[in-house]
């Protein structure tokens, strides 16, 4: 969407992806169900179910059938939904790049925890080879160093999940 310059905006719009890929993310714009007693939709635009509606906290601007077919709302203008529009891209823009970050924290952690567990592993069972020999003492150290570093590396995965469903939660009572 863009602003229109010189003449009537198009009435239809032109997705150049195929069905499997417009209707899959689709979703992830769409705004809940709008109920018929909310005031800031105008009766002439009529939502269903599918459609994408744009526009302020207010009044809708356009609304975008699942068809690819547009209706506008009063004193519509090209220039302010194009401004909304890439208001609302660029919040989820931000979303998108946090999940990635996290994907990638969590990724990184994973290994981390996969490689320190493959030590563990191998140090116990070389611990467990030297019971009783003079090298048995280091090897036993050098196996609860790992199941240490192995535990540690656990904790922060336990704190990030931690911090993620406080994030979920949303603010605590002070009562």
Do not use: C
Request: aromatic fraction near 6%; hydrophobic fraction near 40%; avoid cysteine.
């Amino acid at each position: 969407m863009g602003a229109h310059r010189g003449g009537p905006p198009k009435e239809r719009a032109t997705f150049v992806s195929n069905d499997d890929v417009l209707s899959s993310g689709w979703k992830m714009f769409q705004l809940p169900d709008l109920g018929a007693d909310d005031k800031s939709v105008p009766e002439n635009l009529d939502i269903q179910p599918g459609d994408m509606a744009l526009g302020t906290k207010d009044r809708v601007l356009v609304v975008i059938r699942a068809d690819g077919t547009l209706k506008y709302g009063p004193d519509y203008t090209p220039d302010e939904a194009a401004q909304v529009f890439w208001t609302v891209m660029a919040r989820k823009r931000v979303e998108f790049e946090e999940t990635l970050a996290l994907h990638n924290h969590l990724k990184d952690l994973v290994t981390q925890i996969g490689e320190a567990d493959l030590d563990n592993e191998k140090a116990i069972h070389l611990a467990r080879g030297l019971v009783g020999t003079p090298d048995g003492g280091a090897a036993s150290l050098k196996a609860f160093r790992a199941h240490a570093f192995l535990e540690g590396l656990v904790h922060q995965v336990i704190e990030l999940g931690r911090g993620l469903a406080k994030l979920k939660r949303g603010p605590e009572d002070p009562d």
